[in-house]
């Protein structure tokens, strides 16, 4: 009998962690365990985990999505469990979300995806799904070709045996796509969406069409830097990744100048540095070090900004004095 493990990776969400593992233990078909993969919680979360007697967990330092989804992957898959349902900790299950997806498993293993709705209105999906954007559009069982790790998503041990784990070092932000390119585009595994197993979800995006805070918006480095990873395993080629790279950063570039209504040419800067790290193959960069930079930049040009009046009134108070004493004042 194949066994099924839902994986949960969480870093200080500790109430809406509560509510994923809840609707996990109310599934209609339940699976054979859950494990949580605790990034380096600071909240409640690691006592509440030592709580759950009927939960299997791992606490790690913090790792992204990607380390976590990676570490989570590989103790299922070396528990020898069949099928790992991987979601992160915002995400709510409908009651009968995994019996619906069971269903859509045959006839060959396959990375099987939940459909992803937006938990604020329970009807449009979070992520682009054929030419559909409302769940009620949607009349087949089975959108074939699409799918979006780790939200819901439904992995056979032998696509992990063939194709390996996520990569841990891209840390958060294009993890999962390149990890769904690697599957369907390398090892030519076929992907698809349950449409009636419904996984409600906190729709996040990064995008330089919405105004976004420099002082916080660290997650902005690596869906910046992670690009280039993602287009080279999706076109199975250093060149022509390398090529659609050059024109996403041009895109985002162009983006930032039409939209952008804050530190408009920091952030243009700003591009820069993420660029440098994925071309030089820097993956070592954490969150704090990018949120310290980000924030000693902002600083420093403030500081700048703060001393331009002074530096111009004191070279008009000096100027003239010193034209008097050189003899080069008009009379």
């Given at each position: 009998?194949?066994?099924i493990?839902?994986?949960?990776?969480?870093?200080?969400?500790?109430i809406?962690?509560?509510?994923?593992?809840e609707?996990?233990?109310s599934q209609?078909?339940?699976?054979?365990?859950?494990?949580?993969?605790?990034n380096?919680?600071?909240?409640?979360?690691?006592?509440?985990?030592d709580?759950?007697?009927?939960?299997?967990?791992?606490?790690?330092?913090?790792?992204?999505?990607?380390g976590?989804?990676?570490?989570?992957?590989?103790?299922?898959?070396?528990?020898?469990?069949?099928?790992?349902?991987?979601?992160?900790?915002?995400?709510?299950?409908?009651?009968?979300?995994?019996?619906?997806?069971?269903?859509?498993?045959?006839?060959?293993?396959?990375?099987?995806?939940?459909?992803?709705?937006?938990?604020?209105?329970?009807?449009?999906l979070?992520?682009?799904?054929?030419?559909y954007?409302q769940?009620?559009?949607?009349?087949?069982?089975v959108?074939?070709?699409?799918?979006?790790?780790?939200?819901?998503?439904?992995?056979?041990?032998s696509?992990?045996?063939?194709?390996?784990?996520p990569?841990?070092?891209?840390?958060?932000?294009g993890?999962?796509?390149?990890?769904?390119?690697?599957?369907?585009?390398?090892f030519?595994i076929?992907?698809k969406?349950?449409?009636?197993?419904?996984?409600?979800?906190?729709?996040v995006?990064?995008?330089?069409?919405?105004?976004?805070?420099?002082?916080?918006?660290?997650?902005?480095?690596?869906h910046?830097?992670?690009?280039?990873?993602?287009?080279?395993?999706k076109?199975?080629?250093?060149?022509?990744?390398?090529?659609?790279?050059?024109?996403?950063?041009?895109?985002?570039?162009?983006?930032?100048?039409i939209?952008?209504?804050?530190?408009?040419?920091?952030?243009?800067n700003?591009?820069?540095?993420?660029?440098a790290?994925?071309?030089?193959?820097?993956?070592?960069?954490?969150?704090?070090?990018?949120?310290?930079?980000?924030?000693?930049?902002?600083?420093?040009?403030?500081?700048?900004?703060?001393?331009n009046p002074?530096?111009?009134?004191?070279?008009?108070?000096?100027?003239?004095?010193?034209?008097?004493?050189?003899?080069?004042?008009?009379?």
């Amino acid at each position: 009998m194949e066994k099924i493990i839902a994986v949960v990776v969480t870093h200080n969400s500790h109430i809406s962690l509560k509510k994923c593992i809840e609707s996990l233990r109310s599934q209609t078909q339940k699976p054979d365990a859950i494990l949580v993969v605790n990034n380096g919680s600071a909240d409640f979360t690691s006592v509440w985990l030592d709580k759950q007697i009927d939960l299997l967990h791992i606490n790690q330092e913090n790792s992204g999505t990607a380390g976590g989804f990676h570490t989570g992957i590989e103790d299922a898959y070396n528990k020898g469990y069949n099928w790992i349902w991987c979601m992160n900790d915002k995400g709510v299950l409908k009651e009968d979300a995994l019996e619906k997806m069971m269903k859509e498993k045959n006839p060959q293993p396959a990375l099987v995806n939940s459909s992803v709705i937006n938990i604020h209105d329970r009807k449009t999906l979070v992520f682009k799904t054929n030419q559909y954007q409302q769940i009620n559009e949607i009349k087949e069982d089975v959108i074939y070709g699409i799918s979006h790790p780790f939200n819901g998503t439904l992995i056979h041990r032998s696509i992990v045996e063939k194709v390996g784990l996520p990569k841990k070092e891209l840390f958060i932000c294009g993890d999962g796509t390149e990890y769904f390119y690697r599957i369907v585009k390398q090892f030519k595994i076929p992907a698809k969406t349950a449409t009636q197993s419904i996984l409600y979800m906190v729709p996040v995006n990064y995008s330089q069409k919405e105004d976004w805070d420099y002082k916080t918006s660290w997650k902005m480095y690596y869906h910046l830097r992670n690009k280039l990873k993602v287009f080279q395993t999706k076109y199975q080629s250093k060149l022509l990744g390398a090529a659609a790279y050059f024109i996403f950063i041009c895109s985002e570039m162009t983006l930032t100048m039409i939209h952008q209504k804050t530190d408009k040419f920091r952030k243009l800067n700003f591009i820069l540095w993420p660029v440098a790290d994925a071309i030089k193959g820097n993956y070592k960069m954490k969150p704090e070090v990018v949120m310290k930079k980000m924030n000693e930049q902002l600083f420093s040009s403030r500081i700048k900004l703060l001393l331009n009046p002074v530096k111009n009134a004191l070279y008009n108070l000096l100027i003239p004095s010193v034209r008097e004493e050189t003899g080069t004042a008009t009379a």
